[in-house]
């Protein structure tokens, strides 16, 4: 008799544990697929009104969206880009990201925008082509990093960079720089708009 109580409980147990994996993966689909309603409204055209409560990607979602930071997206793009400039550096490089989000020259997806140029070796966003491991080194940049692209995501940051598509390290001068109207200058980095709004 006793035998069988330790098959039924070990049974149950094992019953549970599929059922909690399967409600995970069903939670993290829907968490997805919100990601891809706001990430598809952010690219729309002059899209300005904000998702409504039930519409913002949670932290608790945001997590399950990309459990270990293996998806090129914008968390990542902010935490390489900007990992010792605290929040407002790290904002900035998110608006720079979601300024490109759809507009003209650019393409539609945030993984699409990071990724572009390396086709032809020419990234637009360093850390993606420099050839080193893109894992993040330290926890609690990585946390404000993963934090901002949610944010940003939902459209819950202010523009820090009006309205910038560019930007480049401080001590650097790039030949591009003088095609450009200079917005702002935060932490580290010299961020740029085009003349016409058009991207080049």
Same mark, same amino acid.
């Given at each position: ?15 549970? =544990?599929?059922?909690?994996?399967? %409600?995970?993966?069903?939670?993290? +689909? *829907?968490?997805?697929?919100? #990601?891809?309603?706001? $990430? ?18 949670t ?9 270990? =930071?293996?998806?090129?997206?914008? %968390?990542?793009?902010?935490?390489? +880009? *900007?990992?010792?400039?605290g #929040?407002?550096?790290? $904002? ?12 003209k ?5 945030i ?9 032809? =070796?020419?990234c ?10 893109d894992d ?17 995501l939902?459209?819950q940051?202010?523009?820090r960079t ?12 790039p030949?591009w ?9 935060i ?7 085009p ?6």
């Open positions: 008799m006793r035998q069988i109580w330790v098959v039924i409980f070990l049974a149950t147990i094992l019953l549970a =544990g599929q059922a909690t994996a399967a %409600d995970q993966a069903q939670k993290a +689909e *829907a968490a997805e697929n919100k #990601a891809g309603v706001l $990430e598809q409204n952010s690219a729309a055209k002059g899209n300005k009104t904000p998702p409504s409560p039930s519409e913002i990607i932290k608790t979602e945001a997590q399950a969206v990309d459990p270990v =930071g293996k998806e090129p997206l914008d %968390d990542r793009t902010i935490y390489w +880009e *900007a990992k010792r400039e #929040a407002a550096g790290m $904002e900035a490089i998110a608006n720079v990201v979601m300024n490109r989000l759809g507009h020259g650019f393409p539609n997806t993984c699409e925008v990071v990724r572009q140029g390396h086709e032809r =070796g020419a637009q966003f360093s850390w993606w082509c420099d050839g080193r491991s993040a080194e330290e926890d609690k940049p990585y946390a404000i990093a993963k934090e901002t692209a949610r944010k940003a939902n459209r940051l202010p523009d009006g309205g910038a598509m560019y930007f480049h390290q401080r001590k650097l001068t030949g720089s003088g095609k450009y109207i200079k917005t702002v200058e932490g580290e980095h010299v961020f740029y708009k003349h016409s709004g058009a991207a080049k």
